[in-house]
């Protein structure tokens, strides 16, 4: 866990999906929902609270792949969104942890517009000019990196996390295009410009801290010393098109 | 089967007539409802996209800021228009509109019609999650009204890039889904045939999305569908157009940004 220990205070922990438009493929949606709650003992995809991090008062929003694909449906994009407008009203810097393979196909419109309702709360965020680190984590992919995910000051990714809109299986059923080495790798993202970092589980702590650091309320300060630069991946050779 | 097996039918046939190639596309709609539409081009960072285009037109002697998507009705027109499927410089090119209209107070009125952005390797190159998202964002915030009309296909992402304002009216016979059906389909079942089924199931026509409460206003199409009478479909959007700018142009700013911030809130609150 990144945050220090005893920290976090999770909230919204009671909001759960619903079956609202009656979805069964090839078992019902509400099966999907409990079976999900069981193997995860959480209530949606997604987890939020304030916690402490690196000496630094934040709002922490983790998505959990293991929840139904960490799919946004109403209650995860509802449970982001007050994540969101609690870092606004309170003026703290906001860390959302990616991991998602995009909109829940189940909850249908209702969870398209959860990519709206998401990206409005982040405009209001930089409005009040509170920093907001999106952390994409393996997978990140459709409507949540066409939403919250790709709207961060800064975006930092995990070596070779897959990070993209559509998969690569519809992209060669739609185009017959080779699909170039490292497609849709972290480390692409970084040399086509899509991304700030690319870092190590381990290192992230000291990343975030130095990022917490000097994004805080009139910046780090002249006393802060950087303990080293932050290590970021080489940059992939520039692609040639 | 039976009654769903219907009722799945029947939502097979909105898909199709949402998609019939005689359809309106948007350029028909614009070139009937406004005068002097004058396309702009570019998005100034990489190039010009002709699946969405865009520029100011007038409407009743004044400036509208319109922004669309647009299919091909050639083979020649339907490459061109990459079959009406935007990259990332389609986005750009809307967002620049976006900003000019709210420079000079212009409102704006977006047709959506695509089946989704266009999934290929150089538009994730070039950002296109990056590139929606950030219109996403732009058009929540724009201090100006927002007409959203879908007159085809609003397919997921792709259609919502342009698709954020304070009003959603759907032609009768359009459908707006989180993915198409084969896309879901395929995702759901791991077989496009059962596409009829996912159809069903997104609740995607017109008059679901009227229920779930997501659009305002269905306007009505000719008997058959659009394509049997472009000037009734097209008489019948203009009008419900005119009456709706006339309502959100006497909303104070303040209230209407706030408005439609509230409005995508509410969708999924648990509270």
């Not at chain 1, 209650?75 to 829940?104: D, F, H, W, Y």
């Not at chain 2, 989704?116 to 150089?122: E, I, L, Q, V």
Request: hydrophobic letters at 45%; a negative charge; aromatic letters at 6%.
């Amino acid at each position: 866990m990144l945050v220090e220990p005893g920290s976090f205070h999770e909230e919204d922990q009671a909001i759960t999906a619903t079956d609202v438009l009656g979805f069964t493929d090839s078992q019902p949606y509400t099966r999907r929902i409990e079976q999900s709650r069981a193997s995860t003992g959480a209530n949606e995809a997604v987890t939020w609270g304030e916690a402490m991090l690196a000496g630094h008062r934040l709002v922490l929003v983790a998505l959990d792949f293991a929840f139904m694909g960490g799919s946004m449906g109403a209650a995860t994009g509802e449970k982001i969104t007050n994540g969101i407008e609690r870092a606004t009203q309170g003026r703290l810097p906001l860390l959302i942890i990616s991991a998602s393979g995009g909109a829940r196909m189940q909850e249908g419109m209702l969870s398209l517009m959860q990519l709206a309702k998401t990206s409005a709360a982040l405009g209001r965020l930089a409005a009040a000019g509170v920093p907001y680190i999106s952390l994409l984590t393996d997978p990140t992919m459709g409507g949540v990196t066409a939403s919250f995910a790709s709207l961060g000051d800064v975006i930092v990714a995990e070596p070779g996390a897959m990070i993209g809109f559509a998969g690569a299986r519809v992209i060669q059923q739609a185009t017959y295009e080779t699909l170039p080495d490292g497609f849709q790798t972290a480390e692409f993202l970084l040399a086509h410009g899509m991304i700030d970092l690319v870092v190590p589980r381990a290192e992230l702590p000291a990343v975030l801290r130095q990022l917490l650091d000097l994004y805080a309320p009139n910046g780090a300060g002249p006393e802060l010393q950087l303990q080293r630069p932050i290590q970021t991946a080489a940059p992939a050779p520039a692609a040639t098109r | 089967m039976s009654d769903n097996g219907t009722v799945a039918a029947a939502t097979w046939e909105q898909v199709e007539l949402a998609r019939h190639p005689d359809r309106p596309y948007a350029l028909d709609y614009v070139h009937a409802i406004f005068n002097n539409f004058l396309e702009l081009h570019g998005d100034r960072v990489f190039g010009d996209d002709h699946a969405i285009i865009g520029g100011p037109a007038s409407l009743d002697s004044k400036t509208i800021m319109v922004i669309a998507q647009q299919k091909g009705r050639t083979t020649s027109e339907r490459a061109m228009r990459n079959f009406g499927m935007a990259n990332p410089e389609g986005y750009r090119k809307a967002l620049r509109l976006v900003r000019q209209a709210e420079r000079f107070k212009f409102p704006i009125v977006a047709f959506v019609d695509t089946s989704g952005a266009f999934p290929g390797a150089g538009a994730e190159e070039r950002g296109i999650a990056w590139a929606i998202a950030e219109n996403l964002v732009a058009l929540s915030a724009a201090r100006i009204p927002i007409l959203t009309l879908v007159i085809g296909e609003g397919g997921s992402g792709g259609a919502l890039g342009i698709g954020v304002g304070d009003r959603l009216l759907m032609m009768e016979h359009s459908i707006y889904s989180v993915a198409m059906p084969e896309a879901c389909a395929s995702i759901l079942w791991r077989d496009i045939a059962r596409k009829v089924e996912a159809a069903e199931a997104l609740k995607l026509t017109a008059a679901d999305l009227k229920r779930l409460g997501l659009a305002d206003e269905i306007i009505p199409e000719p008997p058959g569908g659009a394509q049997n009478d472009y000037g009734l479909a097209a008489d019948a959007a203009a009008a419900a157009l005119r009456r709706h700018l006339k309502n959100l142009e006497s909303i104070d700013t303040e209230r209407l940004v706030e408005e439609r911030y509230q409005r995508y809130r509410r969708i999924g609150a648990t509270a």
